[in-house]
């Protein structure tokens, strides 16, 4: 299964994005479907992944309350929808796909430059 992402750009603080992960394949084939990004000099930082038995959302406490994920199963597709961007949310962002057994993730994107800058 391949994972592309879509949607990144330029935004000023305070403004909104929104990704998409589209995958090739089944998104019931994996455990859950995540973000995580990466900025030079910074370790890859998980961002907030959805579960896929029930959709449940989860996601790390520096964008809790700015970003939500959801998902289209129909389109096998997830959206990261990030509001009131700040510079420090400037990054390449991943979407990943968590193995069905193990949880870990480990099927990746080709990433999306996402850069908040007035």
Not at 21 to 47: D, L
Request: net charge neutral; proline share 3%.
């Amino acid at each position: 299964v391949h994972l592309v992402e879509s949607g990144g750009g330029l935004v000023h603080p305070g403004g909104s994005l929104r990704l998409s992960c589209a995958a090739s394949g089944s998104i019931f084939s994996f455990h859950a479907m995540g973000w995580y990004r990466q900025t030079p000099g910074r370790n890859n930082e998980f961002v907030g992944g959805i579960t896929s038995t029930d959709g449940d959302a989860y996601y790390a406490h520096y964008v809790k309350g700015r970003f939500t994920i959801t998902r289209d199963t129909a389109k096998n597709t997830v959206y990261l929808q990030m509001n009131n961007l700040k510079p420090e949310d400037t990054a390449v962002y991943y979407c990943a796909a968590a193995d069905l057994e193990s949880g870990a993730y480990n099927t990746w994107g080709q990433g999306t430059q996402v850069t908040v800058s007035s």
